[in-house]
């Protein structure tokens, strides 16, 4: 049964650089979330695409953006990246909106400089 | 507003001391409160879910149990293994497929 899966693993921008992160959910599921979690802290809520439409959104600046393909799968969007945008970017599926439990992927450790 | 507290921030064990993590929450019609174990570096990895007051659920060395108020999860003869951040997260009716999450426990068993 496959998991939750992200790519990439980590990398590294420049600010003012803009970056897209990659997630397939786990088998079975079409929901997907964004959480953006800083060193130390729980994960943030950014947003949740389910039907390839933004359901849900977090405290997040438009800076933050995303898109569900008719796959499931789904990209975040950031541009003009800022030194707090550093942390790790978790993506988590679940099935449907009215199944609660989310499974999250190994996340992207993104650095800005 | 939506809120989660999660305590201590850190604890240190020795293997086989059992204890308590605690987490606090105040939301607007629980629909699921949720425990995850993180690993350093990695995603969190599900553990429970609980949704009314009075639930208990178990896995392992790990008891997870639910109050209108607070959750508690119950480490009984812990490893080194076990050692991880242990994360509280609720979903509210008023935020469905919204996690808001405690700042997590950092747990550490020493051999």
């Known amino acids: 049964d496959a998991g939750v899966t992200q790519s990439p693993t980590h990398l590294i921008k420049t600010r003012g650089q803009q970056v897209t992160l990659r997630c397939s959910p786990k088998?079975?599921?079409?929901?997907v979330s964004w959480y953006q979690q800083a060193l130390g802290q729980g994960p943030q809520f950014i947003f949740q695409?389910?039907?390839?439409?933004?359901?849900q959104r977090g405290n997040f600046p438009d800076r933050f953006s995303g898109h569900q393909f008719p796959n499931y799968s789904s990209e975040l969007n950031v541009n003009a990246l800022l030194l707090g945008d550093s942390a790790l970017y978790l993506c988590?599926?679940?099935?449907?909106?009215?199944?609660?439990?989310?499974?999250f992927g190994p996340g992207t450790r993104l650095l800005v400089l | 507003e939506d809120q989660v507290t999660q305590s201590p921030e850190a604890l240190r064990l020795q293997e086989g001391e059992s204890s308590s993590l605690n987490c606090s929450y105040t939301v607007s019609g629980l629909r699921g409160l949720f425990w995850y174990r993180q690993d350093p570096g990695k995603g969190p990895e599900f553990l429970f879910t609980?949704?009314?007051a009075g639930e208990e659920k178990e896995k392992e060395r790990l008891k997870a149990t639910l109050t209108k108020k607070e959750s508690f999860l119950h480490i009984t003869a812990p490893k080194p293994e076990d050692s991880a951040t242990y994360l509280c997260?609720?979903?509210?009716?008023?935020?469905?497929?919204?996690?808001?999450f405690g700042q997590g426990t950092t747990l550490q068993v020493k051999p």
């Open positions: 997260a609720v979903d509210g009716s008023s935020n469905t497929g919204k996690l808001i």
């Open positions: 988590a599926s679940s099935l449907g909106l009215r199944e609660e439990t989310q499974y």
């Open positions: 609980l949704y009314s």
């Open positions: 088998s079975g599921h079409d929901t």
């Open positions: 695409y389910y039907e390839e439409e933004e359901r």
